[in-house]
């Protein structure tokens, strides 16, 4: 090998060493920290982000436990038969509410004891398929009757 050629390969090795590129495997570990560098810079990020969604997921669960709580006191006494109700209806939650009142007094009314005027007749079912009814505050009861699907089951 002749001086110029020696010196044109010391050059081109001297730009592709400066290029980060070699002919030798330990100057070739620069390109691979690079892309383990950028690998691990993606992961913090990923981190950081994964952090941020489970802060906001415990916000929004936060925010939901506080939204069921808020409906469970204002819905406290309403089955959720009457709730179904009410919504088939476009009825609002007062509505419901009055409504239910409205049907609790009319049963009331419909089952008051004649004798006291305090108690209520509760349903009482016997064997043989019979039944009677009797005040929760007095001594009054109704004759026993014969039980049949047409009766009003009113309190058992």
């Not at 469970?72 to 109700?85: C, P, Q």
């Not at 398929?129 to 009113?154: Q, W």
């Amino acid at each position: 090998m002749t001086q110029k050629e020696a010196k044109k390969d010391s050059v081109a090795l001297t730009k592709d060493f400066e290029m980060g590129k070699s002919k030798h495997k330990e100057y070739n570990k620069e390109d691979k920290d690079g892309e383990i560098g950028k690998l691990k810079r993606r992961v913090r990020h990923l981190e950081k982000e994964n952090d941020r969604l489970k802060s906001e997921l415990r916000t929004y669960e936060s925010a939901f436990n506080k939204s069921v709580k808020f409906l469970k006191e204002k819905t406290e006494n309403l089955s959720v038969e009457d709730l179904i109700k009410g919504a088939q209806e476009e009825m609002t939650l007062k509505e419901i509410k009055h409504d239910k009142a409205q049907r609790f007094e009319d049963f009331k009314n419909k089952w008051q004891c004649k004798k006291c005027s305090d108690g209520v007749l509760h349903m009482f079912i016997i064997p043989g398929n019979r039944y009677f009814r009797k005040c929760n505050m007095c001594e009054n009861r109704t004759p026993v009757k014969e039980l049949t699907e047409d009766v009003d089951r009113g309190i058992e």
